[in-house]
């Protein structure tokens, strides 16, 4: 029985692993889709989100009938609540590629981000694919010093963030109002993705360095706080 | 052994009810702080959200300690699943009345608001704070009719976002762009809040009406997933 317990176990570290793949390819066709205003590929992110969605509840299912079934305890059973909040995690990035697409849609066939922000936007995004792409050989590999790496990665998002502010509030902004609220949302979106895939690899840190649970989950739930 | 184990669940229950009333409370003072340009009450909401956050994390390991201690099959299961989910939820609407606040904060002595949508945006507040009070009257009456109201009062804190949106986007907009930001990222703080508290109320509709895991699930999270 055990043996049957952790092939299980893997195949949801598998079904984790794919759903990381596929919101981080999500997110970077929609940066693609809002940069240069492509509404047949923004609609195909926000159309495949649906398997993202599938995938996220297949995983819980098993996850939960796991628990049923093999009723694990300390560790093992830390591994399995860890994995559904890790797909929620990741369910919730899919959420925001898909947000991100929907934004390129309703400005189509405007692009909804002003030339001048396209290299922030741009690297905001490939930063966000990086992060959850990280995130994923994490969760693959348990490796924790490639977990670290996500902590300077959300950085550098973060201070591109506080970049795109900076040219909103600029007195010579000249993209008016729409252009700002939209490039405000977009920001936070990246933002809120990349805090994701922090707390998907946090989560494994503390997992694997074996800290109490109340310690990994404070941990983790402070990454994905702000 | 079953007693002692209801009365811990129960005990969890009566802890979710106390962090919607904890972030019910919290979202109407920093409604009053931002309207009201009120630093020391924006302060306030800022410095009590960590009571919500160690209630959350308290909640956690209660309900995984039970896991392990109790080993629950069935609804029972599902019942402990489900409380780790809405201690998520709740410690999310934490953090978005402490971002509100925080808006509020930023901009002392000026209120981030203009007068003109003042009212919009106390509506919103009052809205947010009553969907997450009757999330909490819910939790502990599992009352399924009270639920759905939850959706009526959600339908109308979209009707007031998109109200929000029409005022930014009117061409006779005169508050200039780090307004309309701060309107921006307020209001959809607002509806992130009721967002969560709706989905607090259909976890629990599902757990009473006994769908299946992965149904109640798919549900809760579609709510939550905009």
């Known amino acids: 029985m055990r043996d049957a317990y952790h092939e299980e176990l893997d195949s949801i570290s598998d079904g984790l692993v794919e759903m990381a793949r596929l919101v ?3 997110m970077g066709r929609a940066t ?5 205003a492509d509404l047949a590929l923004a609609e195909s992110v926000i159309a495949a989100d649906d398997k993202v969605n599938a995938l996220h509840h297949d995983l819980e299912n098993r996850a939960i009938d796991l628990l049923a079934r093999q009723q694990p305890v300390a560790t093992d059973l830390r591994i399995v609540v860890t994995s559904l909040r890790m ?11 898909r947000h991100v697409a929907k934004v390129a849609r309703l400005r189509f ?31 693959a590999t348990k490796d924790v010093d490639a977990a670290l790496e996500l902590e300077r990665d959300d950085d550098a998002i973060d201070a591109l963030h506080r970049e795109l502010f900076s040219h909103l509030l600029d007195d010579r902004w000249q993209h008016g109002i729409e252009t700002a609220v939209d490039v405000t949302l977009v920001g936070r979106y990246y933002e809120r993705f990349a805090d994701h895939a922090v707390s998907v690899a946090k ?24």
Chains 1, 2 share one sequence.
């Open 32 to 36: 693609t889709a809002l940069l240069d």
């Open 87 to 97: 797909s929620a995690d990741l369910e919730r990035c899919g959420d925001l590629a």
């Open 24 to 26: 981080g390819s999500a």
């Open 109 to 139: 066939p405007e692009t909804a981000v002003p030339n001048d922000l396209h290299p922030i936007v741009l690297e905001m995004g490939q930063l966000a694919q990086r992060l959850v792409s990280k995130a994923g050989q994490v969760i």
């Open 203 to 226: 989560r494994v840190v503390f997992l694997v360095t074996g800290e109490h649970a109340g310690d990994f989950v404070a941990a983790a739930e402070s990454a994905s706080a702000e």
